[in-house]
């Protein structure tokens, strides 16, 4: 069940990212990487579906893309 979720949870990050505009792709991933640590390369990645995210990272992108966090100036 938990496999069949983050795979969900993956297509659904991928579909996102791929509805974001240039400048908003940009500062998405930006916020990942500031905020979360994550590498560019193996982000960039996941993000255009080569890679799958871990369950535990699906979770925590579906939290910022719920809350709007990346899109919230600091």
Known sequence: MQEIMAKH??????DYYKSLSR???GQF???LIME??????TLFSK????KEFNPRDAVVINQVIERGLW???K
């Open 36 to 41: 979360f640590d994550f590498g560019y390369s």
């Open 9 to 14: 949870d993956q297509v659904t990050i991928s």
């Open 23 to 25: 400048a908003e792709k």
């Open 71 to 73: 899109r919230q100036d």
């Open 29 to 31: 991933i930006k916020f």
């Open 47 to 50: 993000l255009n579906g080569s």
